[in-house]
């Protein structure tokens, strides 16, 4: 509260000072000298108007606040929506780069890519071995028609023997199985390398290459061939990726409250 409500505004204040001028005029003695008096009220006259100038420059001043917390309230608002756009913006990029990366994925992967991937995936440690090593491989006959499509070409035909109840595959045919199997795991790799960057939405990519890991279906990104080429390192996208599958499989899911009993 105002301790002096006679001085509330600059009015009020200069009536104030003014008021001693105003009483020598009326009195027709005066004991002061009109010299002193005149130079008293000048001075005050001279405070007044200092006042009433320093209250107009302090409403001034007031006002520019004002204005700026305005403008930079706007600004503020302007890079929120800038940021909300950008985040926006990034989202979508990232999506579109998990769609790019799908669709290169279905384009990379052949018939005879994927026919080797679903042979190789079957075999054992030792098979596995054989086909790195460059050795015999003897492959269960109802594999049949995956090694026609993945070993049918002509050229190899010399190098692929149908017994009765199993398949021998030998020379530039178990060559050309090697080279199919690495083929498949550098194409998975590099389509996994976006997810594992964080570049391309990890979502997306998790719901549309989970297929690559069902080990009851035996499929788990040719797992026992990488083992036998002793590079697992080699492929650290395709790792990390199986590991976050089956985290995120063996994540226990969260059970309902209890409903609550009627009264």
């Not at 005066?30 to 209250?55: E, G, K, M, Q």
């Not at 040719?222 to 083992?227: I, N, Q, Y």
Request: hydrophobic share 40%; aromatic share 8%; glycine share 4%.
């Amino acid at each position: 509260m105002n301790s002096n409500p006679r001085f509330s505004s600059p009015l009020t204040l200069i009536i104030f000072i003014f008021a001693p001028l105003l009483a020598w005029a009326g009195e027709p003695e005066v004991t002061t000298p009109h010299w002193t008096t005149y130079v008293t009220t000048l001075a005050n006259v001279v405070v007044a108007a200092s006042i009433v100038f320093l209250w107009l420059q302090t409403k001034s001043l007031a006002s520019q606040l004002d204005q700026t917390k305005t403008q930079i309230q706007y600004v503020r608002v302007q890079i929120e929506q800038a940021n909300t756009a950008i985040q926006s913006d990034h989202e979508r990029s990232r999506k579109e780069l998990a769609l790019t990366v799908m669709r290169e994925w279905n384009r990379d992967i052949k018939s005879d890519t994927a026919a080797a991937e679903g042979i190789v995936k079957r075999l054992s440690f030792d098979d596995c071995k054989a086909i790195i090593d460059n050795k015999m491989l003897t492959i269960s006959l109802d594999m049949k028609g995956l090694v026609e499509t993945c070993l049918g070409d002509v050229s190899l035909a010399s190098d692929v023997k149908y017994e009765t109840a199993h398949i021998n595959v030998t020379g530039k045919a178990t060559g050309r199985l090697r080279y199919l199997a690495i083929d498949y795991l550098n194409i998975l790799e590099t389509a996994l390398v976006s997810w594992k960057l964080g570049v391309a939405d990890r979502q997306t990519m998790e719901d549309e290459f989970e297929f690559i890991y069902h080990p009851s279906e035996k499929r788990d990104a040719l797992s026992t061939f990488r083992t036998a080429l002793g590079t697992e390192a080699a492929f650290p996208a395709i790792e990390s990726f199986i590991e976050a599958i089956r985290s995120k499989r063996e994540r226990k899911p969260v059970q309902p409250d209890s409903p609550l009993p009627r009264k």
